[in-house]
């Protein structure tokens, strides 16, 4: 037996190992010993790297996934209860290759970059806890067992945004992504128990079950049903919590309070992908609604959209990226409303390099300005730093869509998908191609404040700029190569070249074969102008990025006109800030008012005044009854004398009466 | 041996009950107070012995042994008061049982 069980296990003790170690050391000035911290934490994740390969490898040389190995037995669910279980098939193969694999050099990165910092061992810690976290997500055989990695990853992320916790503004923002999460997290959880319901109670929630019933014809037979539709939408909430989709958007933005690292593993690669992932693992469900799917385009497309404007009028660097990340997932969730479950995941594979590559690069370059993430106070670091500069040029050659870059293969696909997907699709492609030339403008427009335009940084700082340190620009350097090459799995516009595709069929080509079906009734009566087609789109998309990066020229070149940051002002202030005025106005006032009436009117006027009215009458009758209370002892026989007379009578009285 | 005439038993014992009633009472002496306490028991005591030789029969036995028991723990009780009595009269150098109004505050 194969030991998947390893491959959670690595990072987690390499957790263990540092969380005690840094509790340990908490007394101590300098902590432990940074080399063994960090080739510790650096070690685990790579090796769970390595067992993932080697499972990779069994299932590519045997053709099948790896059975399901149950660990234990877990909840009483299901005819024969459901135990912790791992599965390895194709698409875990697919997320864990990229999770481990980034997921190690951003722990190299880290080395370098939090090197200094007094919490270097507790955020190896933390970064290590997320891998085993993000792993058991991806690697669950279950509902319940993702939800545990599901939730792993929000309480890592919460952890990681607030890490320098001296800043209230970093644990506000904690704060909000746990918040945010959480209602995503609500969704997960009671679309889970509609599908079981939906399943009958003999369900057992495991992937495999959920594959095999929605596939035959007793699932097939639920298709629309206001039961799956609501497991549906309640599960794609989830999926908007955690991917960061209108209306859970606003907390990546502000998670970029974390360190870079953590905004380049956690905010951008990774965990922001769990809900693309959670679609394709539940695509057999999802296929079966069409409404939630219309609802998943739409949603993705405003999304892009909102990403991308919002991108355009922001001075920090970070949030930037955070923006583009926002929209890029946007474009993965268009793909999946549209059926393309295959080419979502092509683009949260590429953009998880790319993506990473531009987080950690900007990183580097926060770290050689010491900690300056303003656009204003950056220009002219090409030089400076070379081995950075031409790592993000590839991620922003990649994410623009320039030909042959990653970003371009994948987009387009996503862009032919949207075309070939009805009227409806049509429009969101038109919307789409809007935002990939938005993408360009506003990705060239970091690339020119940081690196083309005259420098602006302040003279004393200038004198101590430096290239990253090996452990930092060496990742950065891989990442931004494979972000190049990483297109290179799946290319649209020749046929033979979609090995992406043809790995990923066994997972989802029975929920894809049911949408195609849906939009072309007649499977024999295919697009056969499929080549034309796909060179007619790629063109689009590249005349986008060409457009953008003349626009983005044009504008930028000369670098941003006041060079002093001043505060951000009319619509680049409200924008970003809309939505959460919109939070405020629809969702935090109306609780607000419902507390205070239920602080006010209920608890202190209702519930307050009868209980105090209870104590009012027991102690107005005390009163009453102390003044009978003579103090005198005299006076206190004589009445219990009296007393007794009284029952003594009252005793006697029927046997007087019959006497009488 | 002339047999007393148990209503004369009862109605002493109801004399000497009331006595001590009116004694606890209408003294403002605490001694007097416990002399009360005491004259009642004792009251009692006779009623119950007088009962029992009208009733004689088995269950008579405990109306004889009753007496016993009280007079034993009222024996007790006089010497917890008389202690009680004489701390309270150290403290306030007074016999007057109406001087002890506080407790009902």
Redesign the interface.
Same mark, same amino acid.
């Given at each position: 037996m194969y030991p998947l069980w390893l491959i959670p296990v690595l990072p987690l003790l390499g957790f263990a190992v540092n969380g005690l170690l840094s509790l340990g050391s908490a007394g101590s000035r300098r902590g432990p010993s940074r080399g063994f911290v960090a080739a510790f934490a650096v070690a685990m994740p790579f090796l769970s790297f390595l067992v993932t390969v080697g499972a990779t490898a069994l299932i590519w040389n045997s053709g099948q996934a790896i059975p399901a190995q149950r660990l234990w037995e877990w909840l009483p669910l299901g005819v024969d209860g459901l135990a912790f279980g791992l599965q390895f098939d194709r698409l875990t193969a697919l997320m864990l290759l990229f999770i481990t694999g980034i997921g190690t050099l951003i722990h190299l990165y880290s080395v370098g970059y939090m090197r200094e910092d007094r919490g270097f061992a507790r955020f190896m810690a933390y970064l290590n806890l997320f891998m085993a976290s993000m792993i058991i997500l991806v690697l669950g055989d279950s509902l319940p067992v993702t939800f545990l990695g599901w939730e792993g990853v929000g309480l890592c992320s919460y952890l990681l945004i607030g890490f320098w916790h001296q800043d209230h503004a970093n644990n506000d923002a904690a704060r909000k992504a746990f918040v945010i999460n959480r209602i995503g997290d609500l969704g997960f959880l009671l679309g889970a128990f509609c599908l079981w319901v939906a399943m009958g109670s003999e369900a057992s929630l495991r992937y495999s079950d959920i594959a095999v019933f929605f596939q035959g014809d007793a699932g097939r037979a639920l298709a629309g049903t206001p039961l799956i539709v609501a497991a549906c939408a309640l599960i794609f909430l989830g999926c908007t919590g955690k991917s960061a989709q209108l209306p859970l958007v606003t907390w990546l933005p502000d998670a970029m309070a974390g360190p870079t690292p953590v905004s380049a593993l956690i905010h951008a690669a990774t965990m922001v992908t769990s809900g693309i992932y959670l679609l394709a693992r539940l695509s057999d469900v999802f296929v079966l609604s069409p409404q939630v799917m219309t609802a998943i385009t739409l949603i993705g497309c405003a999304t892009a959209l909102y990403g991308a404007i919002a991108g355009m009028v922001q001075w920090d660097i970070k949030k930037v990226l955070a923006y583009s990340t926002v929209s890029q997932l946007g474009f993965m969730f268009m793909a999946v409303g549209v059926g393309a479950f295959d080419v979502a995941l092509y683009h949260v594979f590429t953009h998880a390099f790319f993506k990473a590559t531009l987080f950690l690069g900007a990183g580097s370059v926060i770290h050689a300005l010491h900690h300056e993430q303003d656009m204003r106070r950056m220009g002219g670091l090409a030089k400076a730093m070379p081995v950075t500069y031409s790592s993000m040029w590839f991620g922003w050659f990649a994410i623009i869509g320039l030909p042959l870059g990653s970003g371009f293969m994948s987009k387009d696909l996503i862009l032919e998908r949207l075309w070939v997907a009805g009227p409806l699709g049509q429009g969101i492609f038109l919307i789409a191609l809007l935002t990939a030339l938005l993408t360009a403008i506003y990705m060239s427009r970091l690339m020119y404040y940081v690196f083309w335009s005259p420098s602006r940084v302040p003279a004393e700082t200038r004198a101590h700029l430096h290239e990253a340190p090996f452990v930092m620009a060496a990742p950065v350097l891989v990442l931004g190569f494979a972000s190049m090459v990483a297109g290179s799995v799946w290319f649209g516009l020749i046929e033979r070249l979609n090995g992406f595709e043809v790995w990923l069929k066994p997972v989802l080509s029975a929920a894809q074969n049911v949408v195609a079906s849906a939009h072309l009734p007649d499977p024999a009566a295919a697009p056969h102008d499929h080549g034309s087609l796909a060179w007619v789109v790629a063109l689009c998309g590249v005349t986008a990025a060409v457009l953008g990066w003349i626009i983005a020229r044009l504008l930028f070149k000369r670098g941003p006109k006041q060079s002093e940051p001043a505060p951000l002002a009319g619509f680049a202030a409200t924008w970003t800030n809309g939505l959460d005025r919109i939070y405020d106005l629809l969702i935090v006032r109306p609780l607000q008012a419902l507390a205070w009436v239920v602080a006010r009117v209920i608890d202190q006027a209702l519930l307050t005044g009868v209980l105090k009215g209870i104590g009012e009458i027991a102690g107005f009758l005390g009163e009453g009854y !102390?003044t009978c209370? =003579?103090? =005198? #002892? =005299?006076v206190s026989? !004589?009445l219990s #004398?009296i007393g007794v007379v009284a029952v003594t009578a009252y005793l006697l009285m029927p046997v007087l009466s019959k006497a009488a | 041996m002339n047999a007393i005439d148990p209503n004369l038993v009862q109605i002493l014992a109801a004399v000497l009950f009331t006595l001590g009633l009116a004694v606890a009472a209408t003294r403002r002496n605490i001694f007097f107070l416990l002399m009360g306490v005491e004259l009642m028991l004792n009251a009692v005591n006779l009623s119950f012995v007088g009962f029992a030789r009208t009733f004689a029969g088995q269950g008579s036995l405990l109306g004889h042994l009753s007496p016993l028991f009280i007079i034993a723990i009222a024996a007790a009780a006089a010497c917890v008061g008389l202690a009680m009595v004489i701390c309270i009269v150290r403290n306030r150098d007074s016999l007057d049982s109406d001087a002890y109004a506080e407790m009902k505050e």
């Open positions: !102390a209370q =003579r103090s =005198r #002892l =005299r026989v !004589a #004398l | -």
